[in-house]
């Protein structure tokens, strides 16, 4: 039902002041926005007023809001028979169509107040030219009365609040969706060069959220999600199906090439009002640059930045964690830089991510995720894999690269009756870019392990010390990626290791050192009970000879691969 208008009065709009009261009683999270476009002022109905007050201070005081702590807050003020008792409190619920359309119905509230001050000002310009005032008099006044109303709403209607209510508005920290990476309220940019995979990483994040299990082993928080993409529906099938996402029914998406005329602060308000209808509480823009048309030229320009990141901004606002995904420059650079277009983007957002392709041979799934932010839960590096259709953290980069440095040394090192090789000629054979003090690690943690000898006797004086595999050590397949069941890769890449007719490595779990030939030479073994029943014993087969390498990885003289 709608309130009926009084003829002849100042324009208002109950219905509209009704609407946004019930609103902010049936949720909270709406009344930051509302209090940030009325005040208590604008409301025509004094009853309405005072109830707008009572929240507020409710708010202030760092207390929830609901029907029954509004009720108590105008019984303290003696407000509550003026507002026409606890039934009126009641009323607003029931004819609160939905908090959805909240910041809308505190738009026409100020509107309506802002055309009654203008009234009140043109009916007292008017009579002071009725009543004697000359007509330069009489247009001061009604310039006078103008600058006072814009100034006035300019100061009134700044929602300024102690540090108190701040405080208890925020809580004890972030709300996380994704601990570290993604916040409610917050704008997490994901920044990454072309093809190198956000769009896909930002799919499996999203699948972890969608059913609230951890994502690199961070703690998520269950939401539907709203997903705005640049891309066209095939392409971006693509990327729901590597996650696993399509028949996820709680991932609502909008390609561009859907709304192309729809502006982009329209397109970003459609989200919010869509978020608030189904419960989500992610939006993500797929990306920034594309979904708001700036062209290259516009993304190098400050002011177009922020006009791009400003819906974006509202939407954090609205309670909801935002994640904006941007191109990095082909150049690259260092995080907060790195990102293409003006540096206005990244200043608008609250955590900056760049994902970037780890620099470890042989890993083609393997990725970097470098992060800085205003939250110290923000990881600074994180390095993973993609492995069985999931990323996999591997821990920092320090972390990744003395773990690749022990797999290398176990498969490269001589064995026992081989020679002893110096700590440079080890870290030679580790994969390109390894630390000297990452080989170091390695080998200490391989020697205290048992795994590897360290002796004297290496070097051109024989006095150096060296390093060698010791007589015990073995090898497991399956737990090193550049193990295979054909061998082992040398440290160009090439296949080294058994021949591809030595049928037994269909069978073995794991490669030992056979000692007693080449130090570099494997053979398989079965472990017991491995692999079933024994088959039946046939005519004795040699074991196939195997090509001989230098701790360097070459070739022996004569040897063939």
Known sequence: ?????????????????????????????????????????????ESHRKIFEAILALVDAGSGVDAILVREEL????????????????????????????????????????????????????????????????????RQRLDGIEAGAASEALPFQTARALSAAAGDGPRWIVHGLLAVGGITELAAKIKVGKTTWAAYLLASVLEGRPFLGLQTVRSPVIYLTEERGPTFREALADAGLLGAENLHVLSKFDALKIPWPRLVDGAIQKARSVGAKVI????????????????NHSGAALAAM?????????????????????SGGELGDSARGSSAFGGSCDILLSLRRANTQGHPNRRSLLGIGRFREVPELLVMELRDGEYVTLGDGVAVE?????????????????????????????????????????L??????????REKGAGKS??????????????????????????LKSP???????????????????????????????????????????????????????????????????EAP
Not at 444 to 453: I, N, P, Q, W
Not at 525 to 541: C, D, I, L
Request: with cysteine; aromatic share 2%.
């Open 1 to 45: 039902m709608t309130l009926p208008a009084i003829p002849g009065s100042p324009p208002s709009d109950l219905e509209a002041e009704v609407s946004v009261l019930g609103a902010m009683l049936l949720d909270n999270g709406v009344i930051a926005e509302v209090r940030a476009l009325v005040r208590p002022g604008d409301f025509y109905r």
């Open 75 to 142: 019984r303290r003020r003696g407000d509550l028979a003026t507002v026409g008792g606890a039934d009126a409190i009641v009323t607003l619920l029931e004819r609160a169509p939905t908090a959805a359309n909240a910041s809308r119905y505190a738009g026409i509230i100020g509107d309506a107040s802002l055309r009654r001050r203008l009234v009140a000002a043109a009916e007292a310009a008017a009579d002071g030219a009725r009543n004697g005032s000359t007509g330069a008099e009489a247009l001061a006044a009604i």
């Open 284 to 299: 993500v823009a797929d990306t920034v640059g594309a979904l708001a048309g700036l062209s290259g030229e516009e993304e």
């Open 310 to 330: 400003l819906p974006l901004g509202v939407a954090a606002a609205a309670e909801i964690a935002v994640l904006a995904l941007r191109h990095e420059r082909k």
């Open 402 to 442: 003395r773990s690749d440095a022990r797999a290398a040394i176990l498969d490269r090192l001589p064995g026992p009756d081989g020679p002893l090789i110096t700590e440079a000629e080890v870290l030679a054979l580790l994969p390109a870019g390894t630390s000297r003090g990452s080989c170091q690690r390695a």
């Open 444 to 453: 200490r943690d391989l020697v205290k392990a048992g795994k590897v000898a």
């Open 462 to 487: 024989g006095r150096a010390f060296g390093y060698r595999l010791t007589a015990n050590q073995q090898i497991s397949i399956g737990k090193d990626p550049d193990h295979n069941s054909s061998g």
């Open 492 to 558: 160009s890449g090439e296949i080294r290791g058994m021949g591809a007719d030595h049928n037994c490595c269909d069978q073995a779990p794991s490669l030992k050192a056979d000692h007693k030939s080449s130090p570099l030479r494997q053979v398989a073994v079965v472990s017991a009970g491995s692999a079933g029943p024994a088959p039946p014993p046939g005519p004795p087969r040699p074991a196939p000879r195997l090509p001989r390498w230098t701790p360097g990885g070459r070739l022996l003289e004569g």
